[in-house]
């Protein structure tokens, strides 16, 4: 359900928008009735009231199924089946939250079904994740992160094949437990974001084309048809699109969305949605009184996703910055393969902790184009905290054949010298979950397909891997074998390796806080001195992090008045130059002064 007037909430009526239809019937605990048909393809039913609990469905004209409602809140029984009532301003838990803005913090990735092993060990849930929240507060983090948790099929899977998009998934707690995790993220200080999927719905339990012109064959994505944006009826859906990230924000109280893929979102409009999207939020903060953040994947390099509506950009607060995840792994495991053909070179590391996009405006071997525009960083349209930054994340570990995380095939050295590029860069770092004590589990791609479908992806997984020279076997996402693989586990935060990691990153993400050079945003500050083809040194303003990927020794380093950090084997001759036995890192204030 929504607060909005386009669906019933608690003592509101029921309503739905399917304009192609002559009669449509709601079904609400067993009881039907037909609804009023109003102007512009609406119908509703003002007499009976929407009782929190109560089932309902709609059937239109002389369909044989029931439909689940496109803006129901909780689906209990399923995808499939009848949707629930629910209130979203009774699920309100906290008081005097007065926000936080996300720009520049540290984020944290979470995957509620296997950020913990659940209390019966068969799946986390929001109240699982709670329990673990202080941890989280103790290393320094500032926001969490959730990945997709609107209905999908099944009990397992990542989200991203979602079907309901203002609904909650049943398995998790439903829309109650997490108005409980936001409620104890924020009683902690913590920020909530929610990555939401705008670009299409899962293919089990998308019912939406039934209703109305959600599609449209005008387009086309990577799923099929587009959702429709620009084409007759799209008023009412990006009205829909819009009343979902409403709920989720000012209903339900969370901080920010993360918008999965917006480059997916086709829109030939003279006002393109997400512009539209983000002068919404802008009217909502002023309406909630708190800082609310939209954060884009957007695979089209483009500053101008991150620049104000004002100035012609589509407003997002931030994006993800893949060109500077592949700058840090390609440079630090060697790998140079599928896209990573155009980094690995300390010249490309130095390109994307300076300017964040390698392909701004220039040719990308991976997509066979010219590619980007340049970041300016100059521009006061946005920063360098406009740019999400990360090691790891659900797609760069997840979509490899064996869900293998970075630090399980490199070094802890190299595992602490690429976290520390990260963690001290310009950019705002995120975590994926397990990273910080390196994790020795996968985080592995699972799905909970019905049998047809499920026999299809599993083999459209083996295919995938095979065509790209992948001889090992792959998970198959079906199995809950696979699922469970990936619970972390937390005990090993206490264990030899694991722990030295977790108090590495522990102290890297205290000198971020404690120490204003690290924290500024000010692309102009930021500067990548590259010693040897395996070594370098990032300057920000007065702090520089060496980081030496080995794996021979670093014989002699920069010139160093301080050591503020260091992880391996370091050491100083009496001049004062560092010196690395191997790979590792190390933060320090340089002799010869800060930059700028």
């Known amino acids: 359900m929504s607060t909005t007037p386009d669906g019933p909430s608690a003592g509101a009526r029921y309503r739905v928008w399917a304009p192609a239809a002559r009669r449509v019937t709601v079904r609400v605990d067993g009881a039907e009735h037909p609804m009023r048909q109003q102007a512009d393809g609406w119908f509703d039913l003002p007499e009976v009231p929407a009782v929190p609990g109560a089932r309902y469905a709609y059937r239109l004209d002389d369909g044989q199924l029931w439909l689940p409602d496109p803006r129901s809140l909780s689906q209990p029984d399923g995808v499939h089946a009848d949707s629930e009532v629910v209130d979203p301003a009774s699920l309100r838990q906290e008081a005097g939250w007065e926000g936080r803005s996300v720009r520049g913090q540290v984020l944290y990735e979470v995957h509620v079904g296997t950020f913990t092993a659940g209390a019966d060990g068969t799946g986390g849930t929001f109240d699982s994740a709670i329990e673990r929240l202080d941890e989280l507060v103790d290393i320094g983090v500032d926001a969490i992160e959730l990945m997709p948790v609107a209905p999908f099929p099944g009990d397992r899977g990542w989200g991203y094949d979602g079907v309901g ?15 409980r995790l936001v409620a104890a993220a924020h009683r902690r200080g913590l920020a909530v974001v929610l990555d939401v999927v ?82 919404a939020v802008t009217a909502w903060e002023e309406e909630t009184g708190r800082p609310l953040t939209l954060i884009a994947e957007s695979d089209r390099n483009q500053p101008s996703t991150v620049s104000p509506t004002g100035l012609g950009g589509l407003g997002m607060d931030m994006q993800w910055a893949d060109d ?164 972390l586990r937390w005990q090993e935060r206490e264990q030899g390796e694991h722990a030295s990691m977790l108090e590495w990153y522990r102290r890297l993400i205290a000198l971020r806080r404690e120490l204003p050079d690290l924290h500024d945003p000010d692309l102009g500050r930021t500067s990548l001195e590259v010693i040897a083809e395996e070594t370098v040194l990032l300057r920000r303003g007065g702090v520089a992090v060496l980081a030496h990927r080995g794996p021979g020794p670093l014989g002699a380093g920069p010139r160093t008045l301080e050591v503020l950090a260091s992880f391996g084997d370091v050491s100083q001759d009496a001049a004062g130059a560092l010196r690395l036995a191997g790979a590792g890192a190390v933060v320090l204030r340089p002799a010869d002064g800060p930059l700028g």
Do not use: C
Not at 239 to 253: C, K, P, T, Y
Not at 330 to 356: K, N, P, S
């Open 165 to 179: 998009l203002y609904g909650v998934h049943a398995a998790y707690g439903g829309p109650e437990g997490l108005a």
């Open 198 to 279: 705008h670009n299409h719905l899962g293919p089990s339990g998308n019912y939406l084309g039934m209703f109305g012109p959600y599609f449209t064959d005008r387009h086309e994505t990577p799923w099929g048809s587009a959702v429709n944006l620009d084409q007759p009826g799209s008023r009412q859906v990006r009205d829909f699109l819009v009343g979902s990230a409403h709920h989720w924000l000012v209903d339900m109280g969370l901080d920010g969305l993360r918008l999965d893929a917006v480059h997916e979102l086709k829109d030939d409009s003279p006002r393109h949605f997400l512009a539209e999207l983000a002068d």
């Open 324 to 487: 500077v995840h592949h700058g840090v792994h390609a440079w630090i495991t060697g790998e140079r393969t599928g896209y990573y053909a155009d980094f690995g070179r300390t010249e490309a590391l130095a390109t994307v902790l300076q300017q964040v996009f390698l392909h701004a405006g220039t040719w990308s071997s991976f997509r066979e184009a010219v590619w980007g525009a340049p970041v300016d960083p100059a521009s006061t349209a946005y920063d360098a905290h406009s740019f999400v930054t990360f090691l790891q994340d659900h797609d760069q570990v997840g979509n490899r054949a064996a869900g293998d995380r970075i630090h399980h095939g490199i070094t802890p050295g190299q595992h602490a010298a690429a976290s520390a590029l990260i963690l001290l860069g310009p950019g705002t770092p995120m975590l994926f979950q397990g990273e910080e004590w390196a994790a020795s589990t996968p985080f592995t791609y699972f799905t909970d397909h019905d049998d047809e479908l499920g026999a299809l992806v599993s083999a459209g997984r083996v295919q995938e891997f095979a065509a790209m020279g992948w001889s090992d076997q792959v998970p198959d996402p079906q199995a809950r074998s696979t699922f469970e693989s990936s619970f």
